[in-house]
Structures are given as structure tokens and as C-alpha cells.
């Protein structure tokens, strides 16, 4: 009993608003709140969802899909060969001297060299609009320039691991 209890001379009366929890059954044992007909089944809900997961997410990795959030886990998983193939801009001067774009590190424009296989499909509106940017920021001023060629350049490495050039293609010239 509570001190304030005994003072107000309410010990052991129970209004009709007052809500009696048993900590304890007339055995000992403690109350079934639920029964354990809920317990079991939220042990299968969650069984069912923590499998139901992992399948879709094996699933997806095994199918190689890429649908965002699921992914197939491929981030750096790819296999490196010793050849291999990149695509390149080089600017060709009107005495036909090369030089191929460095995008530099610095700048906005670094991050956008993976836009390089799709110049071939842009209307020649984009494809100038877009390689006179590459050429302003790699300080280069297009009027120098006779034109830009997307080139593709294959290479494979020898037994040391040094790559050497072993084909060249030009997919594409621009005129800036």
C-alpha cells in the first residue's frame, strides 16, 4: 500500500476507473498476455520474411539483375583479362598533329568521359556542343582544332603485365 493510501483512508478500495494488473498467477507462473498462439505466430511472420529476403536477394544476384535498391553485388567483381578496350577523344590539329584530351582531375568535367560510347548517337548539334566543353576544359581552344575523333584503342598486356597498344578504331570524327 502506498502511504498516500492509508491517509486518504482508501487502502484496498478500487474505483471503477482503476485498472488491476496481476504480476503473478494464483500458481506463480506469470499472466498469458497473449497466449502463446501469438507468440508463435509472430516467430513465423518474422521467419517468413528473414527467408522470403534472403531468396529474393539470392535470386536476383544469380539472375544478374540490376534493379534498384537489389542489386547483384557486382560493384568490383568483374574479371580482368590481360586485354581490354577504351574509348578516347583526340583532337587533330589542321596540320594533322594528335593530341588526345586529358580530361583534367580538378574540375566538373572529369566525371564525364562515361558519356564517351554514347557521342556516336547524339544528334551533331549535341556531339559539337559537348566536345567543344571537353575541349575548353582541357585548355584547349577549338578554333586550333580541325576536328575530334572518338577513337577506341585495344590493348592487351604481356607476361610482365605491360600493356601495349595492339589496335586502334575511329568511331567517330567532330568537327568544333
Known amino acids: 500500500m502506498a502511504p498516500h493510501d492509508i491517509l486518504t483512508g482508501t487502502a484496498g478500495r478500487r474505483g471503477p476507473d482503476d485498472v488491476v494488473v496481476a504480476?503473478?498467477?494464483?500458481?506463480?507462473?506469470?499472466?498469458?498476455?497473449?497466449?502463446e498462439g501469438e507468440d508463435a505466430r509472430e516467430s513465423r511472420i518474422a521467419r517468413r520474411?528473414?527467408?522470403?529476403?534472403?531468396?529474393?536477394?539470392?535470386?536476383v544476384?544469380?539472375?544478374?539483375?540490376?534493379?534498384?535498391?537489389?542489386?547483384?553485388f557486382r560493384l568490383?567483381?568483374?574479371?580482368?583479362?590481360?586485354?581490354s578496350a577504351g574509348l578516347?577523344?583526340?583532337?587533330?590539329?589542321?596540320?594533322?598533329?594528335?593530341?588526345?584530351?586529358?580530361l583534367p582531375g580538378?574540375?566538373?568535367?572529369?566525371?564525364?568521359?562515361?558519356?564517351?560510347?554514347?557521342?556516336p548517337h547524339e544528334s551533331a548539334a549535341v556531339q559539337r556542343a559537348k566536345v567543344r566543353a571537353w575541349l575548353v576544359a582541357c585548355g584547349i581552344d577549338p578554333a586550333d582544332v580541325a576536328k575530334v575523333e572518338l577513337v577506341r584503342t585495344s590493348r592487351s598486356a604481356d607476361a610482365s603485365g605491360t600493356?601495349?597498344?595492339?589496335?586502334?578504331?575511329?568511331?567517330?570524327?567532330v568537327t568544333p
Request: hydrophobic residues 40%.
Open 23 to 35: 504480476s503473478r498467477t494464483d500458481d506463480g507462473s506469470a499472466p498469458d498476455a497473449g497466449g
Open 49 to 59: 520474411v528473414t527467408v522470403g529476403t534472403i531468396v529474393v536477394l539470392l535470386l
Open 61 to 72: 544476384a544469380l539472375v544478374q539483375l540490376e534493379l534498384w535498391p537489389l542489386t547483384a
Open 76 to 83: 568490383f567483381s568483374t574479371v580482368r583479362t590481360g586485354h
Open 88 to 102: 578516347q577523344l583526340v583532337a587533330i590539329a589542321p596540320d594533322g598533329t594528335e593530341q588526345p584530351l586529358r
Open 106 to 119: 580538378d574540375q566538373v568535367f572529369s566525371t564525364t568521359s562515361h558519356q564517351y560510347p554514347d557521342l
Open 163 to 173: 600493356p601495349r597498344v595492339t589496335g586502334t578504331k575511329v568511331l567517330l570524327e
